[in-house]
């Protein structure tokens, strides 16, 4: 039977970030914002949320992309959100694109955390919630309001947001 639930797995980056220090850059991490950020968007659809870990993604390793793997593999929900830093966000996609084909699998993260003015955490993850519930199985990324497949996704890191390879 399939799971009508989402499973929301939580990773880091940006999104979760609770301060940033430019002149080191470094990311600074206490707890996850992604209980708050669905209470405050009133999200109603059944979400079952899981920190696996809270990493700047530039730190996240082979390892940690295979516990990734592991865990959406095992979980019982076909529908799965990962919040994730747009460093290396299309790496975790590629590497769960290339091995996952019977689930719908949506990333997303934001180029500004939560708790700062005008981040674009929230809106990013309202809609993966919104495109995870109607894409059909994939690997996706959800930034700036598009959605891409996992193997037509760059990060423009000169304009700060994501971008098709190639256009169809």
Not at 33 to 44: E, S
Not at 79 to 101: D, N, P, S, Y
């Amino acid at each position: 039977m399939i799971s009508m639930a989402i499973k929301l797995f939580i990773t880091g980056g940006t999104i979760d970030c609770v301060f940033y220090k430019p002149e080191t850059d470094e990311y600074e991490f206490k707890e996850t914002h992604i209980p708050k950020m669905l209470k405050q968007a009133r999200v109603t659809s059944p979400i079952v949320t899981e920190k696996l870990m809270l990493k700047d993604s530039r730190e996240i390793t082979k390892k940690d992309r295979e516990l990734i793997l592991k865990k959406c593999r095992e979980s019982k929900e076909d529908r799965i959100v990962i919040t994730h830093g747009t460093f290396t966000m299309v790496e975790t996609a590629k590497f769960l694109g290339q091995k996952i084909k019977d689930k719908t699998i949506v990333l997303t993260g934001s180029m500004v955390p939560f708790n700062e003015e005008n981040s674009d955490a929230l809106f990013n993850l309202g809609c993966a919630v919104a495109a995870v519930q109607t894409l059909p199985t994939g690997v996706y990324i959800t930034m700036n309001g598009k959605v891409f497949t996992w193997d037509n996704v760059r990060e423009n890191e000169e304009l700060d947001e994501f971008e098709e390879l190639k256009t169809s």
